[in-house]
């Protein structure tokens, strides 16, 4: 059994008759390993794009959240009015009335 282990860390089983099937599987399990630290590094890059589009998506809805706020501080009846109050336009004293024409008589004949 220590001579087995002697064997191992002394690199023989590399150089015997015998190495080629443990070269292929050596090179199998390298081979392996750099597919695996690359499709982890891939994963990890797209970890961290997908956290930075998270973080822009929830600062563009705060942006989009306090524009609409604003819109509606702006679009009330009292804002506009001191808005053109400025101006000189005031809003006027008395309500419109409808204007009704009748058809006349003419346009029959």
Do not use: C
Not at 24 to 41: D, E, K, P, W
């Amino acid at each position: 059994m220590a001579a087995k282990v002697y064997d191992i860390l002394k690199g023989s089983f590399l150089t015997n008759e015998d190495a080629f099937k443990n070269w292929r599987f050596i090179l199998f399990a390298a081979g392996l390993a750099i597919v695996m630290i690359y499709t982890g590094h891939t994963y990890e890059k797209k970890v961290h794009r997908l956290a930075a589009l998270n973080e822009r998506v929830t600062e563009l809805h705060s942006e989009y959240t306090d524009l609409e706020r604003r819109l509606m501080f702006l679009q009330m009846e009292s804002t506009i009015a001191r808005n053109i109050e400025k101006k000189g336009i005031a809003p006027a004293k008395n309500p419109p009335q409808k204007i009704i024409i009748s058809p006349s008589r003419d346009a029959n004949d």
